[in-house]
Nanobody, 122 residues
Framework: QVQLVESGGGLVQAGGSLRLSCAAS????????MGWFRQTPGKEREFVAG????????FYADSVKGRFTISRDNAKNTVSLQMNSLKPEDTAVYYC???????????????WGQGTQVTVSS
């Protein structure tokens, strides 16, 4: 059974930082592109960042470019999202996702985590 488990969410002041982590199991991690999405009440889930299976290619939504950094450690089966200069509009539930092809703007990824809440106060 494939499981993606997010951690690291919490409450932070605007301008602060958080680091999210996603631990994967039940799949050949190195063969999957990984990514992060986020969703707020009443809005569609949106793509945040993606990384290729080798880690050599990354892609970011314009809204987070220059502030967020995605990385992966295939030896540990984990993917992380370093979030700096956080803004109130970054408040959302953040989801980890895996896909055998690509995750960039892909709302139909093969596997999804349950999400972790990130709240940024003014």
């Amino acid at each position: 059974q494939v499981q993606l488990v997010e951690s690291g969410g919490g409450l932070v002041q605007a301008g602060g930082s958080l680091r999210l982590s996603c631990a994967a199991s039940g799949l050949t991690f190195s063969k999957y592109a990984m990514g992060w999405f986020r969703q707020t009440p009443g809005k569609e889930r949106e793509f945040v960042a993606g990384i290729s299976w080798s880690g050599g290619i990354t892609f970011y939504a314009d809204s987070v470019k220059g502030r967020f950094t995605i990385s992966r450690d295939n030896a540990k089966n984990t993917v992380s999202l370093q979030m700096n200069s956080l803004k109130p509009e970054d408040t959302a539930v953040y989801y980890c996702a895996a896909d055998a092809d690509y995750v960039d703007y892909n709302l139909n990824c093969d596997y999804w985590g349950q999400g972790t809440q990130v709240t940024v106060s003014s």
